[in-house]
């Protein structure tokens, strides 16, 4: 399995962007990247999903880079709804198994 | 529609006590999950189920035992509870697109043991 490293924690303001960035330095070629966010008292809930490059949606990016041992979740513009526990993991390639890491936690304040 | 849904959401018990917890999922998945949650925030995995087939299944005590009745449902007992088993347990379901794989959790069930 491909373990994650991430920062336990970061601070931010409103109205910033957010980087966090990921470490999965045996990451496998089949495997993919992938982030969740988790509110207190909630669930994990999906963000964006990725393999190499880089990833848009509606919510974040996800910027990986060629060699594709870490990644970075970029938030553009944080709210204070953002607050929250940011995990990466990675998919195995048979794809059966979610290797969750610590997370980091995010605190957006005013 | 809640899409994955745990009952109880909260449960108390004692020790040496049996206990269930439910989960449902009405997005037509094939796979379901297990998670535990400690108190430091750790997701584990437990268990994974495909197609009523057990395709996972991590170093957890044997006082764990998944359920699978049907295709949208998961039911985790657990026999003779000890404190150590007190955490959060979340469901999830996934669908696989290729070889990207999402995961939808359900609300979780906070079990405590006194």
């Known amino acids: 399995l491909a373990k994650t490293t991430q920062p336990i924690s970061m601070d931010s303001y409103e109205g910033q962007e957010v980087n966090i960035t990921c470490s999965h330095n045996?990451?496998?070629?089949?495997?993919?990247i992938t982030w969740y966010q988790q509110f207190p008292s909630q669930g994990p809930r999906f963000i964006i999903q990725g393999y190499k490059t880089k990833v848009t949606n509606e919510v974040a990016s996800l910027f990986i880079p060629a060699d594709r041992k870490s990644s970075t979740l970029s938030l553009p513009r944080v709210s204070l709804s953002d607050t929250a526990v940011y995990y990466c993991?990675?998919?195995?390639?048979?794809?059966?198994?979610?290797?969750f890491g610590g997370g980091t936690r995010l605190m957006v304040k005013p | 529609d809640t899409a994955v849904s745990q009952t109880p959401k909260y449960l108390v018990t004692q020790m040496g006590n049996d206990k269930s917890i439910k989960c449902e999922q009405n997005?037509?998945?094939?796979?379901m999950y297990w998670y535990k949650q400690d108190s430091k925030k750790f997701l584990k995995i437990m268990f994974s189920?495909?197609?009523?087939?057990?395709?996972i299944n991590e170093t957890v005590p044997n006082r764990f035992s998944p359920k699978s009745p049907d295709k949208a449902h998961l039911n985790l007992h657990i026999n003779s509870l000890e404190l150590g088993d007190s955490a959060v347990y979340f469901c999830a379901s996934s669908f696989r697109e290729g070889s990207q794989e999402t995961q939808y959790f359900g609300p979780g069930t906070r079990l405590l043991v006194l």
């Open positions: 189920y495909n197609n009523k087939e057990l395709i």
């Open positions: 997005l037509g998945h094939d796979t």
């Open positions: 045996n990451i496998a070629t089949n495997d993919y």
């Open positions: 993991l990675v998919i195995n390639n048979a794809g059966n198994m979610l290797t």
